[in-house]
């Protein structure tokens, strides 16, 4: 069959995407769609391209950031920007990976979806990639007030945040120690010492190479018409004729012997730090389905809970504090297994390794235990059937799926076809064969493509880097001629100007945009139901969630005394993984991974909408199929009634675990931790956040690590409390998301266990804290900022209306966007309002200022005043505002979402009123907003976590130092 240019080359029906599958091939340029037809109301769209990068300038990199900025059609400065204000989209973004390109997009309308793929192709196609955009985006010189020269870019700053965090650090020496003799020894990223060496040429050519149509993929999913998608690329590749495009993507050798890597990151200086190592495995070419599902489940069955063999070797073994390696990864052509500890010391390295091998040898020869099959079985068929792609829309995992093997000239239907590999290796099981035993010797004990990375600190480095980066500019400038000097300060101040010219209004007005009459006018509704069973209090929401039940069971936190909050997610996770009055933890983890889709306990703090007043609840989640509801509710009961936390041992591998990984994940999501930080100064509801999560929690773990080594019995006496003051009867809700059966079965199972709980109300706890710091510097390494400003709006006699949401989102796009991200180099910044509480948070995200972006947001208030916007511009607001509100959720999410509306008291009405008051958001919401905000402002208090630049600011304004790393 022929249609529209394309010739069908296969066709199938797969149940695996509820719908059929086509693969057509564009006749003149030998371009392939894969086009999905199913019932997904969530429509996506992706073309991706093959992007072999030859050096590590990040030019894959840079070229995905900057065809964003502009094309022919489109010829504004950010139409990516313009979208992601004026859009429904539920997915926007773009992506590079070692080998490919990948510009993804998602929409549940039809003709914002077309719009939405109007502007992808354009910019991949026909970009306005100039000088400038590669000194923005890339790198250039930018002569400082002192005179000094520095480098600066989007990109260039990113790579530098990315590199700055000893995690990313390893991970990427990693997949270069695997792969030393491919392109995926290089860092397509890009390597901040090497993206000053990108030229404008080379990176001119390299979209020329390869954004051809002869080497993209393009990927179509949904409801939407397939005729209509044929049509779009036609037009769209009408111009160009058949390349060879050479990207071939090559093969890494296997080595013939084991071997080793040393790399360094930079450390704090303090000289406490140890390494981080890993021990890496070359497997199988990723388009091997049924050998990867293998692979999938061997994961699991090695590492995949906490009492798995390996992982439990690791942590046992005392060597390190926590798990390291990002275990299977699938992106590449050929996938490989990482895995090792963090914090272990560099000569422990290689006792690591031998215990890592001694581990999986007496695994093989021991065979791996039938409940640890059926673990590992059920949890990827469970994941496999459920496809929770979470924030995700499915098409688009469903399309990265494919590429595993269409990237490669390969078939791009097979990898979606999982349920006939899944039955071939049930049936390989069933007649006995070592399945994994087998894989193990093969892939592992027996594959001499395996590497020790092993990543250790070096005092200084971040200066040393820093120095020759500067040498490295003074050279340049004492090589140059004083005309060439006062170019390069010429260019810089070209680019500022240019950076501050607005775009005029006609090449705004090219950029499709819906219109506030294209917005629904009713909010979606989530559907609750209260009830009463046995006593007991039950929310439902009834959806069709293809035969899953969601369950939670909810607890009041309030007798919970403060001094023992920042121990609430240690005493969560120690329900499920320290084993029960029956059972170890290793047989309890087996259970639960059999019977259920997970169950993990998590405190979480909601806020009522009237006062603030904060509600924090012990949840715990579960989900399972309709035969499992009286396991999952069995394992529920097991873990709530029979807990034990005697084991001093394994809890003490949970404490440094956990230290570990706030460790690690403070500098790469530092802006989480500062706005946890100032929420923590401006409601009790964020104050018992932060002493959950944020550094007051990190703060404390350290210091019990310590008391669990001495003073173990007033450990356990503070978990003993704490359950003796979570786990009661009373105030405890049921929530359930499922079908009508799936609710009338699980109810009263669920209400059974609540009413077997200690009963009797407790008095609530009062909670009295120090007053944490005005004006704060969270110290750490790092070479970039997260700089938060923080003040209560309600203080101000503030009431909110849905039309100021329209307002702050402009405020985050526009002004914050054009002034923090664009002129400031940071890679992003927010601005987040709590309606309960009234906190109002900013904070930048990879910052290399300070006292700039603090100017730029005590100024928001003063712009706001004085704002001039089209109607145009505020229809643009409305509508991503509207789709903010209206932001896709799959049926687990929706009920999550539900229970969160009903403990905050959040009416359907309301949520109607709100958004009437965002569809109706005029220029003088704008205006009004501004004088509140302002006032706000006059008390607003800075927090910054940051490395050298940030203590310079801190010591000169006087704010207290708090060292987090
Ligand atoms: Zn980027």
Not at 41 to 55: A, C, I, L, Q, W
Not at 260 to 268: E, I, K, L, T
Not at 494 to 506: A, I, K, N, V
Not at 597 to 611: E, H, I, K, N, S
């Amino acid at each position: 069959m022929d249609m529209h240019g394309f010739h069908l080359v296969r066709e199938e029906s797969l149940r695996e995407v509820g719908g059929t599958a086509r693969l057509w091939k564009h006749a003149a340029t030998g371009a392939e769609i894969l086009s999905i037809c199913n019932s997904d109301e969530n429509k996506s769209f992706g073309v991706s391209f093959r992007t072999p990068p030859k050096d590590s300038t990040g030019v894959a990199h840079i070229l995905e950031h900057s065809v964003l900025c502009g094309s022919d059609k489109y010829p504004v400065k950010e139409p990516f920007t313009e979208l992601l204000k004026s859009s429904l989209q539920t997915f926007l973004n773009a992506m590079t990976y070692p080998d490919k390109t990948c510009y993804p997009v998602a929409s549940c309308n039809l003709s914002d979806f077309y719009n939405l793929i109007d502007v992808y192709l354009d910019a991949v196609f026909h970009p306005r990639i100039d000088e400038n955009v590669l000194r923005q985006e890339g790198w250039h010189i930018e002569p400082e007030e002192t005179g000094k020269w520095q480098y600066k870019g989007v990109v260039y700053n990113e790579m530098k945040g990315v590199y700055s965090s000893p995690e990313s650090v390893l991970q990427e020496q990693c997949q270069h120690a695997v792969f030393p003799d491919t392109l995926y020894s290089l860092d397509s990223g890009g390597d901040p010492a090497k993206i000053p060496g990108l030229t404008f040429e080379a990176f001119r050519a390299f979209h020329a190479a390869y954004y051809h149509p002869s080497n993209a993929r393009f990927f179509f999913w949904g409801d939407d018409p397939e005729e209509a998608r044929l049509a779009r690329l036609e037009k769209e590749l009408a111009p160009y004729a058949f390349r060879k495009v050479d990207s071939a993507v090559p093969l890494q050798p296997r080595f013939t012997a084991p071997r080793r890597a040393d790399v360094s990151y930079a450390a704090s200086g303090e000289g406490t730090e140890k390494s981080h190592a890993a021990v890496n495995w070359m497997l199988c070419e990723t388009r091997d389905t049924e050998e990867m599902l293998v692979l999938d489940m061997l994961e699991h069955i090695m590492a995949g809970l906490p009492g798995s063999p390996l992982r439990k070797a690791l942590m046992d073994s005392g060597l390190g504090e926590d798990i390291a390696g990002c275990g299977l990864e699938r992106e590449l052509r050929q996938a490989y297994f990482s895995m090792g500890l963090l914090s272990v010391a560099r000569e422990d390295a290689p006792a690591m390794e031998r215990l890592m091998l001694d581990t999986l040898a007496e695994l093989a020869d021991k065979g791996v235990p039938g409940q640890a099959v059926q673990a590992a079985l059920n949890t990827l068929e469970f994941a496999l059937r459920e496809n929770n792609t979470g924030s995700l829309p499915r098409g688009l995992v469903a399309m990265f799926e494919s590429l595993s093997d269409w990237l490669y000239d390969g078939d791009p239907i097979a990898p979606l076809a999982w349920e006939k590999p899944l039955a071939s290796v049930k049936a390989r099981l069933a007649s006995g064969e070592k399945v994994f035993e087998n894989a193990i010797r093969r892939w592992f004990l027996d594959n001499p493509h395996r590497v020790l990375v092993v990543a250790s600190p070096e005092a200084g480095l971040a200066e040393a880097r820093q120095k020759e980066e500067d040498a490295r500019l003074e050279t340049l400038r004492a090589s140059m001629t004083a005309g060439e000097r006062v170019r390069v300060e010429e260019e810089a101040a070209l680019l500022r100007e240019e950076q501050q010219r607005p775009d005029s209004q006609e090449a705004l007005d090219t950029v499709p945009s819906l219109g506030r009459e294209d917005m629904p006018e009713k909010n979606a509704v989530i559907p609750k139901a209260l009830s009463s069973v046995s006593g007991v209090t039950v929310l439902t929401h009834e959806l069709d969630t293809t035969g899953i039940v969601y369950a939670r069971l909810a607890f009041r936190l309030s007798a919970v005394p403060a001094r023992l909050l920042p121990l609430l997610v240690l005493y969560a996770r120690s329900l499920t993984e320290m084993g029960t009055r029956r059972r170890g933890f290793v047989e309890l983890g087996f259970d639960i991974a059999a019977r259920t889709g997970g169950l993990g306990g998590t405190p979480t703090v909601f806020t009522r909408l009237a006062d603030g007043a904060p509600v924090p609840l012990l949840l715990i989640s579960s989900k399972c199929t309709r035969e499992n509801i009286a396991g999952m509710a069995g394992l529920m009961e097991e873990i709530l009634c029979e807990p034990n936390f005697d084991d001093r041992e394994r809890f003490l591998q949970m404490v440094l675990e956990e230290k570990a990984r706030m460790e690690q994940s403070a500098v790469p999501s530092g802006n989480a931790l500062v706005r946890l930080r100032l929420g923590g100064r401006l409601s009790l509801a964020g104050r018992i956040n932060e002493e959950m999560t944020g550094v007051s929690a990190l703060v404390w773990l350290r210091a019990l690590a310590e008391r669990a080594e001495q003073d173990w019995p007033s450990v356990l006496a503070d978990l003993n409390a704490l359950h003796g003051c979570v786990v009661r009867g009373d105030g405890a809700v049921v929530d359930i998301t499922g079908d009508p059966g799936l609710l009338r079965e699980s109810e009263p199972v669920l209400a059974d266990i609540v009413c077997r709980l200690p009963a009797g109300p407790l008095s609530a706890a009062e909670l009295a804290f120090q007053p944490l710091p005005a004006g704060e510097l969270l110290s750490a390494p790092a070479q970039v900022n997260y700089v938060g400003l923080g003040m209560n709006l309600r203080e101000t006699g503030y009431v909110y209306s849905g039309a100021h949401s329209v307002v702050l989102r402009h405020l985050r796009m526009a002004y914050l966007w054009d002034r923090v991200r664009v002129q400031g180099g940071a890679y992003g910044c927010s601005a987040m309002y709590s309606r309960s509480t009234g906190s109002f948070v900013f904070v930048s995200y990879r910052d290399p200022n300070v006292r700039a972006t603090l100017d730029v947001y005590r100024g928001a208030a003063r712009y706001l005043a004085g704002l001039r916007l089209s109607e145009a511009d505020i229809t643009r607001a409305v509508v991503g505002a509207i789709g903010d509100m209206d932001h896709y959720m799959l049926p687990g999410a929706k009920g999550a979402a539900g229970f969160a509306q009903w403990l905050a008291g959040e009416s359907d009405e309301d949520r109607q009123r709100i958004r009437e008051e965002m569809l109706g958001a005029s220029l003088s919401d704008f205006h009004d907003f501004a004088p509140y905000l302002e006032r706000a402002l006059m008390s607003a208090v800075p927090c910054v976590l940051g490395g050298a630049s940030a203590a310079a600011v801190a010591e000169a304004e006087g704010w207290t130092k708090t060292i987090i790393l």
